[in-house]
């Protein structure tokens, strides 16, 4: 039996591990990305993974989960925000196969996140499941019939750009904006607040971040309810660090939910948060592999 190396990229951190191919993950490790060092540091830094792992035994594939935006076909990311400088052309899928001799696949990490979700998460089995993160900014994957949906350019489901009616969907209802609103409100700088710390205020009584968490969940009603009516999902599961707090979150999503959408679409789209945690990319990159290697 063989195993496949598989590596989930961030803007913060590098996880990576093996899986067999049973769909155990075998081992898991973090090393920091130091993404302001650009496009080829992370290229080393795969390659001595992969490298190690090479050494030790029968690697089958090296998958790989990505931040940016990625073409899957020729396993290259051909764009990138400045967080991550000189990174779009970086070419993981021909420079790892040629040094390597081992067939190597690479997707985007919230469509591997979202894939993740459809193959062993809360939206397996649905026909068609919209899956968001919600964090820095706020990304989106569509999953029809096990399949990750990627447009005309590989650039489908970029929610997160969505126009409403205050601005762009993750610069009103994103982790960031969030923090961002209850700083302003407390006349703090923003490096005081994290999202941890306003649903822990919150729950004590703080009505700025209770306005904060109110106003979040409204503008994520409106950004999902679009969605929900161009592409008509069974299912959107939410994911993203602050996306745990679901038991504050989960009831109020579904009332902005129901506000915004007609009754006959409310009543037959589920609401999930995401299964897999940190481990989402690494089983995203997987199920890439062996949905291109059938």
Not at 83 to 99: H, S, V
Not at 194 to 214: V, Y
Not at 231 to 239: K, S, T, Y
Request: proline share 4%; aromatic share 8%.
């Amino acid at each position: 039996m063989g195993n496949y190396v598989t590596i989930d990229i961030g803007g913060t951190n590098i996880k990576y591990g093996l899986i067999d191919d049973k769909e155990t993950l075998v081992e898991a490790h973090e090393i920091p990305t130091e993404a302001h060092k650009g496009g080829p540091e992370i290229m080393r830094k795969v390659q001595k993974i992969v490298a190690d792992y090479a050494q030790t035994g029968s690697i089958e594939g090296i998958c790989i989960s990505s931040a940016g935006m990625v073409d899957p076909d020729k396993g290259e990311i051909f764009y990138a925000g400045p967080q991550i400088p000189n990174y779009a052309g970086t070419q993981f899928k021909k420079a790892l196969e040629e040094e390597f001799s081992i067939p190597c696949e690479i997707e985007n990490d919230v469509n591997c996140a979202g894939l993740a979700e459809v193959m062993s998460g809360h939206g397996k089995g649905a026909k068609i499941a919209v899956c968001l993160t919600i964090g820095t900014g706020i990304g989106g994957c569509l999953v029809a019939d096990g399949q990750v949906f990627h447009g005309f350019s590989n650039s489908a489901c970029e929610v997160g750009y969505l126009h409403l009616p205050d601005g762009a969907f993750q610069d009103v209802a994103s982790t960031t904006a969030l923090v961002q609103y209850v700083a302003d409100l407390h006349g703090d700088d923003p490096s005081l607040w994290n999202g941890r710390r306003i649903f822990k205020e919150a729950t004590e009584g703080n009505t700025f971040c209770i306005k904060g968490i109110d106003r979040m969940v409204g503008y994520l009603g409106q950004g999902i309810a679009n969605i929900c009516y161009v592409v008509n999902p069974e299912i959107v599961i939410l994911g993203g660090g602050i996306m745990g707090q679901e038991a504050i979150l989960r009831p109020r999503i579904q009332a902005a939910l129901k506000a915004a959408l007609v009754p006959s679409i409310a009543e037959k789209t589920k609401l999930a948060f995401a299964y897999h945690q940190n481990t989402a990319g690494m089983f995203g990159a997987y199920y890439h592999f062996k949905n291109k290697h059938q």
